[in-house]
């Protein structure tokens, strides 16, 4: 990681950064991803995607900025909600509707998402997120009474 990258790493874990990453990023990223086709966010070198998913209530697309994770061909997305109570509104959305689009340079294109459900591939995903971003570690703390899903998205053809 570079010297860049740790200290965005140590800013994102402060509760400046925290404030950054939950009220700033969520505004200025979407327009600067499709600007960028997916390229640049407001915390790169992070990989950030632009996320669209259909509304489980609502029915209405939703598109929101996240942090994600490459694995191959898959992308790993982290529920974790910035280690709050519940989980994430996308999270309920792919779940009802698993068909999304992602907006992230190359890796753009249609995705069906499926929760990781067996335990040790999604050990070997957890330590993959903290590895991109060990912030995710004080999200577990904090979100003790949970575990914090993983969900991984397979491209479609």
Known sequence: MTVYGRVLEK???TSAGYFFATRVAPVLDPPLLRLTG???S?????PV???TTI???????RVLPLVYVA????LLLIASNYGRPGHPAWYRNLTVNPTVEVLAGA???TYRAAVVTDPSERDAAWHKALEVYAGYGDYEIRAAHRTIPIVRLTRTP
Do not use: H, W
Request: aromatic residues 10%; glycine residues 22%.
């Open 38 to 40: 997916g390229r640049f």
């Open 42 to 46: 407001s915390v790169y070198p992070l």
């Open 71 to 74: 694995e191959g061909d898959s």
């Open 49 to 51: 995607m632009l996320l």
């Open 55 to 61: 509304g489980a209530k609502s029915g209405l697309r």
């Open 11 to 13: 800013f994102g874990r």
């Open 107 to 109: 890796r753009s294109g």
